[in-house]
């Protein structure tokens, strides 16, 4: 059991026709550092996290955990995929469902990688587990989020306020 159910981890890499969602390596250790310490990528996720702290703090091989896939372009880390069981939750409505997840690098922003790595991680989690439900959250000023969050087929299920922002609660209902 990973916390996703009965689904082994990691799973075969997946292939897109740009990307590959793979278990992380040690080699993806200075990427998730970029990731993790970028204003850019957190401006709607509470702030980046010191990039001294991390050096110090994270692993040989970063976030190698079930549910967190990198997105590796041209065999280099862009980005993360994170699919994790919600056991807490700011809404209830979210408990006990899949979280959808994903944190890009800027330089990969506008070329579409967002929409291909999740829409090929919803297919396959979708194929291992049907009839399971998956949600996204997000800010609402995050208009990217919004887009891709309508794209992959979720509806809004709720706007709350937390963070001292309104967020976005969407569910993308099970293939079927």
Not at 73 to 102: F, N, S, T
């Amino acid at each position: 059991m990973t916390g996703l159910g009965p689904i082994t981890w990691p799973p075969a890499p997946i292939r897109t026709e740009r990307l590959v969602l793979r278990e992380p390596e040690g080699r993806d250790r200075a990427m998730f550092v970029e990731l993790l310490s970028s204003p850019e990528v957190h401006t709607y996720l509470g702030g980046p996290r010191p990039r001294d702290e991390l050096e110090r703090e994270l692993a040989a091989v970063p976030e190698g955990w079930p549910g967190s896939l990198v997105v590796d372009l041209d065999g280099a880390m862009i980005g993360q995929i994170l699919l994790r069981r919600a056991v807490e939750h700011r809404r209830p409505a979210a408990v006990g469902k899949v979280d959808l997840g994903y944190l890009f690098l800027p330089r990969a922003w506008g070329s579409g990688y967002a929409t291909e790595a999740c829409a090929a991680v919803l297919d396959w989690f979708g194929d291992a587990l049907p009839g399971e439900p998956v949600v996204l959250a997000t800010q609402t000023a995050n208009t990217g989020s919004m887009r891709l969050a309508a794209k992959l087929g979720f509806e809004e299920v709720e706007r709350f306020r937390a963070w001292g922002a309104e967020q976005w609660l969407g569910l993308r209902p099970p293939a079927g």
